[in-house]
Structures are given as structure tokens and as C-alpha cells.
């Protein structure tokens, strides 16, 4: 399959030059600034990324670009340009007007295949602190903004361009334009990177890999277990056996009925009911980050437990995805994610790894499991971390505060649901404090618990804004909880985005 390579210079917006890549059909993969593949039979164009360097920084990130230059048309983003520039000895300096945010770009050449349909003064993104103040004769300047003069470059009758803006960003009105005159017209790819075909190409490498082995996967009724368990299934039938664990933190039924989806789609699933060595295991204890690990802990064990009850099991499904890929890969080792639920899981197990999704970003595994027939809702769910309920109680956990927690979250997500404000709503849920307050409740005064409702709208969850949700439905909610739900006598709504606050309230 053709694909872009995408040299990552450690810019915050490397990722999302590869998000809008694939959302042009075409595949493509971030490698690490110096790590050019030797193979490049498939590569049909080379990208290079911006930098939180500078290039005239002494710790710079350097690469030869003999094997690309002149080889593969090329596109230098950001630093990726005055890279290209000062490479062929122009002159790069920090600019006296740091420019940061929006601008706007005039075009000096119609003819030039990088702009062709942009609109003449189209805003673009600018975020750095250099500009290339001077370029070598053999540079065209294609395009300006009032700041900057080489804000775009085009070298002699190479393939290669540079621009300074980030055509990849959403505020970039005509990126995306920018973006596909470079994949389709100059790289000339034919738009092969469609669900369909990831599914016939994944189905067939998956059969190679695993062959008549038996392979185990762990579900927990999110997107991309599902998926990846229905990928394998359909490479492999009986031979995946998927287990769902009930840790007792899940939402209300959630356990019946996801088993039953499962099952409806033909998955060979086994449901283990742990609730009470979950809460045995949990009693007590009050301290979020060893929650967290009691219930990772727990999950590993039962996990490693069942599947050794199962004959002959040589592969360890997970349905681990691209920007956990990307993040392991990263090269300035600035993000950390702390959210690995089951980490631990494939050096405990010993067995092999098979990971079907470690391509695909969020929004390519939604497609890919629509165009698998899963349901849309099951596709739709918001997120639910893996601990589950267990950080949305606060404080220690028995079983009564699940129960509270489990109605009166049922009733916000139904309520959700039936105002129609489900999808609108990038993640929900529901807190139980460990606050009591007075409340009167017919002639009786009550000392009750209060819940808190949160809802964000993000798109990856690392940041987020809360979502203004309509009076009326907050009413409504929060007057169906207090009537319904026994030990609960006052609803709260979160009002705080992230950062500074997290989505998860522990
Ligand atoms: P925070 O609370 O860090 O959450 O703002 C960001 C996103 O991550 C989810 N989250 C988790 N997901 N295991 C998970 O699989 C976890 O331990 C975990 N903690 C938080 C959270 O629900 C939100 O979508």
C-alpha cells in the first residue's frame, strides 16, 4: 500500500499532520526525525515536521536528507521548511515579530501544483518564533503573509516545498487543500486507504501471523476491543476466545448487556462475574492511586487466570492504537500517559502479542467498526475508564455506594439518551461524593450523600471544556435522581474543564 512518511521533529502537531493524511485516504506513518526507512518501495512522499527547536538551535535535530531529497517529493512543515532552507544556505533568524496564531496568505504563483484552488488571503496558523529571512537563489517564493515573507517556497524544479504555517491545523482554512495538492496531485496517491481496505488487507495479514493458533483477548465493551476482537474473529473464528470481566464498576446492566452484544455478534466470549473479589480486594481503601493499582492489579491476575484455564492459547490480543503506538515512539519523551490499564499483561502471560488496531487513529476505528456491521451504538459509547466506577467514588468502595453510584448514573445517561444530547457530549458520567448534606424530604430531614454530573466535550481527552447543558435537562436529571436514588439528597453540576481539573474526578 502507498504511504506518506511523516519525519517527526517532536511538533505537538505531528499527529494531527497524520490524522488529516489519513482523512485524505492515504496511508501514512510517523517515524522518528533520523529514522528513514531503508525500504521504500510503497513511500510515494516524505514529510517533514516542525519542532519545538529551533534550527539554530546547538541541539537541533539534524538529518542527512540525501536519501529523500530530489528522491521523494517532500514537504517541510514549520521547522521542517527553514530546515530545508538553512540546509541549502539560507538564512534562518528569530524574528522580531513572533508569530503565533492566525494570518493571512497571499499567493504569488497560480501555477504552482501546492496551491492550486487556495483563495488568495486564506488564513493560515502560525506558530514559531524564527522566520527564513533570506533564501538561496534557486528558491521560488510562492507565497506571504504581512510578517513573513518565505512563508511558503517551492526549491527550483524539485518536488519539494516548505511552509512556515501548519496547513495540518483546523484554523488553516485551506490546509486540508494544501495538504491533498501535495498527497494526490504531486505524491500521486490513489486514495487506497479506505476501512475496506484496511479490513481485507488486516484479515489477510492476521491469518498469516497467528495461522491455526489460538489467541485470547481481553474485552471491556469499549470501541477498540470490540473491534479488534471482530477483526480477529472474522480472520480466525473459534480460535480468539474474548473475556469480559465484571470487576463490579461497571454501569448499571452493562455487564448482561454487553455480553449479550457480543455474543448476538457471534463472538466466542466468556463473562467472569469477580464483583466480590473486587471489593474485597478494594475494601477499605481510600487512596486513589492505590485504587487504581488494586484494580489493575486484579484485572491482570483474574485475566491470567481464566485464559490459563483455556488449552493451547499462544497469542495476547490487544487492541492497542495508534497514538499509544506514536507515544511510545516519542522523541522527546515529553508525554506521559497514565492510564495503561492493562499494562503488565503480555510480560506476565508470556505469550505473543497480536495487536490489530496499532494503526488506526480513534476516529479510523470508528470507521472500521461501522464497516464491520457493529452496532452504532456500541461504536458511539463514550469513553469509560478502566477502573471503572471505582474513580468516580470517592473515598473507599463497598458495594451499596456502586449501587448508588450505578442508578443515579443510569438515569443522567438515559436522560442523555432520550434529549438527544448523547452524541453531542464527548464523555459523561456521574461522581459520588462522600460529602453528606441536609436535605427535607416530605416532613423528614435527610443527611444524604451528594452525587456530582460531569460532562465534556475534548477530542482526545487531553484537554477538555465542560459542556453547557441545557437548564431544563439538568432540572430534570437531577430532580429524577434525588426522588429515585435512596441515599441521595443533592445534585451537583461540574463546572471545571481540563486543564486545570482532569475529566475523572480521582
Ligand atoms: P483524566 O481524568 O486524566 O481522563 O482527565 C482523561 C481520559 O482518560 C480516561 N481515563 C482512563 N482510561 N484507564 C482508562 O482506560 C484509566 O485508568 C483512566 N483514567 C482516566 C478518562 O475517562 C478520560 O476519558
Not at 225 to 236: D, E, F, G, P, Q
Request: charged content about 25%; aromatic content about 8%; glycine content about 8%.
Amino acid at each position: 500500500m502507498q504511504k506518506i512518511i511523516i519525519l517527526d521533529f517532536g511538533s505537538q502537531y505531528t499527529q494531527l499532520i497524520a490524522r488529516r493524511i489519513r482523512e485524505l485516504d492515504t496511508y501514512c506513518e510517523i517515524l522518528p526525525y533520523n529514522k528513514f526507512p531503508a525500504e521504500t518501495e510503497d513511500v510515494i512522499g516524505v514529510i517533514l515536521s516542525g519542532s519545538p527547536y529551533s534550527v539554530n538551535d546547538p541541539k537541533a535535530l539534524e538529518i542527512d536528507l540525501s536519501p529523500i531529497r530530489g528522491k521523494f517529493p517532500l514537504l517541510g512543515i514549520c521547522y521542517g521548511a527553514q530546515y530545508l532552507a538553512k540546509n541549502d544556505g539560507g538564512t534562518v533568524e528569530s524574528s522580531n515579530t513572533r508569530e503565533y496564531g492566525k494570518a493571512r496568505l497571499v499567493w504569488h504563483d497560480n501555477q504552482d501544483p501546492l496551491m492550486h484552488g487556495i483563495r488568495d488571503n486564506s488564513v493560515v496558523w502560525m506558530s514559531h518564533g524564527d522566520s527564513i529571512t533570506h533564501t538561496p537563489d534557486s528558491f521560488h517564493n510562492v507565497g506571504s503573509t504581512a510578517d513573513v515573507k518565505n512563508a511558503a517556497f517551492r526549491i527550483g524544479d524539485e518536488k519539494t516545498w516548505g511552509v512556515q504555517f501548519h496547513p495540518e491545523v483546523y484554523h488553516s482554512e485551506d490546509g486540508l487543500i494544501i495538504l491533498g495538492n501535495f498527497v494526490r496531485d504531486i505524491c500521486g496517491s490513489n486514495s487506497d486507504w479506505t476501512p475496506e481496505s484496511f479490513i481485507e488487507s488486516t484479515v489477510e495479514r492476521l491469518r498469516e501471523q497467528v495461522g491455526d493458533d489460538k489467541v485470547v483477548l481481553a474485552l471491556s465493551g469499549g470501541v477498540d476491543s470490540t473491534v479488534a476482537a471482530v477483526l480477529l474473529n472474522k480472520a480466525i473464528g473459534n480460535n480468539l476466545t474474548c473475556i469480559f470481566v465484571d470487576n463490579g464498576l461497571l454501569r448499571l446492566n452493562e455487564f448482561d448487556d454487553v455480553l449479550r452484544s457480543y455474543s448476538d455478534m457471534g463472538l466466542n466470549v466468556i463473562g467472569v462475574d469477580a464483583k466480590e473479589e473486587f471489593y474485597n480486594a478494594l475494601k477499605g481503601e481510600t487512596d486513589p492511586e492505590k485504587k487504581r493499582k488494586i484494580i489493575g492489579k486484579g484485572f491482570i491476575d483474574i485475566f491470567d487466570r481464566e485464559a490459563h484455564k483455556l488449552k493451547d492459547i499462544k497469542w495476547l490480543a490487544q487492541g492497542t492504537i495508534y497514538p499509544d503506538v506514536i507515544e511510545s515512539l516519542s522523541i522527546t519523551g515529553m508525554v506521559i500517559k497514565s492510564h495503561h490499564n492493562v499494562g503488565g499483561l503480555p510480560e506476565k502471560m508470556n505469550l505473543r502479542l497480536v495487536e490489530p488496531l496499532r494503526l488506526l487513529f480513534k476516529d479510523e476505528v470508528r470507521r472500521v467498526g461501522r464497516q464491520l456491521g457493529i452496532s452504532p451504538t456500541l461504536i458511539g459509547r463514550h469513553p469509560f475508564p478502566g477502573p471503572g466506577l471505582g474513580v468516580r467514588i470517592l473515598g473507599d468502595i463497598t458495594p451499596d455506594k456502586v449501587r448508588i453510584l450505578q442508578e443515579a448514573d443510569h438515569i443522567y445517561i438515559q436522560a442523555l439518551r432520550d434529549w438527544g444530547l448523547y452524541d453531542k457530549v464527548w464523555q459523561a458520567g456521574t461522581i459520588l461524593t462522600p460529602i453528606r448534606s441536609v436535605g427535607v424530604m416530605g416532613d423528614e430531614r435527610t443527611y444524604e450523600n451528594v452525587v456530582a454530573l460531569r460532562a465534556v466535550n475534548s477530542t482526545d481527552g487531553m484537554t477538555a471544556t465542560w459542556t453547557p447543558l441545557p437548564h431544563d435537562f439538568l432540572a430534570e436529571v437531577s430532580n429524577n435522581i434525588i426522588r429515585k436514588v435512596r441515599g441521595v439528597n443533592r445534585v451537583v453540576y461540574d463546572i471545571s474543564s481540563k486543564p486545570p481539573s482532569t475529566i475523572e474526578w480521582e
